[in-house]
């Protein structure tokens, strides 16, 4: 049994793979607290594999999206395999880096959250990672160039914090675009489903 926050069709938001129709897997639970997360972890509901699937296969899909809280916790090669042979999807996953992830995941994001790019790699366990999605909050951002799971294919995303006061918001979006245009490593991430204002 596996606790589910949600499953849910939308378009994919953010990164490389923004505007791709998905169906969106919320764990509930994660090992770090981020001021800025979206996910109620006390909410969820336990769902065993066949569920899930059967959940996942009632919305037309181009992949299937693991997201938290921090779903490497709850997930390992069996559910993967389950997934993929079920429904012919390919898999992403959304991941904070913490923990070693299982093998067939398609898509990696990797989203360090505060404080691991002065840790470094004593807290990167993911191997590599397809697109590193950092969210701006005015840190230093040459140390993310450091952890174990960057190379020199992985795309460098750099996404403006969300906050619900606008004046604050426009601030933090305007701060990441100078960012971005001052560093042409970094490649600017938004969260689309917000100005669309879907899930």
């Not at 939308?10 to 979206?38: M, T, W, Y």
């Not at 429904?87 to 959250?113: A, F, M, Q, R």
């Not at 697109?131 to 294919?153: S, W």
Request: contains cysteine; charged residues 30%.
């Amino acid at each position: 049994m596996r606790k589910i926050n949600e499953i849910f069709h939308s378009i994919q938001g953010e990164g490389c793979r923004a505007g791709v129709p998905s169906v969106f897997i919320r764990f509930s639970g994660c090992n770090l607290k981020c001021g800025f997360c979206d996910t109620r972890h006390e909410e969820g509901k336990l769902m065993n594999d066949e569920e899930i699937i059967n959940e996942i296969k009632k919305y037309p899909a181009s992949q299937i999206v693991l997201t938290g809280g921090e779903p490497s916790l709850f997930i390992d090669e069996d559910f993967v395999s389950k997934i993929k042979n079920s429904t012919g999807l390919p898999i992403t996953i959304e991941t904070n880096g913490t923990t070693v992830l299982p093998k067939g995941i398609d898509w990696v994001t990797v989203s360090p959250k505060s404080g691991m790019q002065e840790r470094g790699d004593a807290c990167v366990k993911v191997e590599h990672a397809n697109e590193l999605k950092v969210v701006d909050v005015g840190q230093d951002l040459e140390p993310y160039f450091q952890l174990k799971c960057v190379g020199n294919d992985t795309v460098m995303l750099l996404q403006p914090c969300y906050v619900e006061d606008q004046t604050e918001r426009e601030k933090n979006t305007r701060r990441t675009i100078r960012r971005v245009m001052s560093d042409p490593r970094w490649r600017l991430s938004l969260q689309t489903h917000r100005f669309l204002n879907i899930k």
